[in-house]
């Protein structure tokens, strides 16, 4: 069993920065992956950017050269880092680890971001 905390949302504008932190109660070195996922009012969950145990990183397209996802071994610690805040960034941000066949999901970190 793995838990996922997630801290770090809140309310920002647009053009300004956030950085959302998941920490997991295993090492994160025995994940197979993490990663962040977002689901916006009336849409679907989707990608954010994820992280490999490798350190291997993936974006979405539109969140590539804005977002970024760190790790720090020590704290058990998955970061995302989002600069240049848009309103359509305005979802609520789920950590997301698979372990081996199975997935676990935090409870999510609102993000607001006004124009």
């Known amino acids: 069993q793995v838990q996922l905390v997630e801290s770090g949302g809140g309310l920002v504008q647009a053009g300004g920065s956030l950085r959302l932190s998941c920490a997991a109660s295993?090492?994160?070195?025995?994940?197979?992956?993490m990663g962040w996922y977002r689901q916006a009012p009336g849409k679907q969950r989707e990608l954010v950017a994820g992280?490999?145990?490798?350190?291997?990183?993936n974006y979405a397209d539109s969140m590539r050269d804005r977002f970024t996802i760190s790790r720090d071994n020590a704290k058990n610690t998955v970061s995302l880092q989002m600069n240049s805040l848009k309103p359509e960034d305005t979802a609520v941000y789920y950590c997301?680890?698979?372990?081996?066949?199975?997935?676990?999901w935090g409870k999510g970190t609102l993000v607001t971001v006004s124009s």
């Open positions: 997301n680890a698979i372990w081996g066949t199975m997935v676990y």
């Open positions: 295993v090492s994160i070195f025995s994940l197979n992956a």
């Open positions: 992280m490999t145990s490798g350190g291997s990183t």
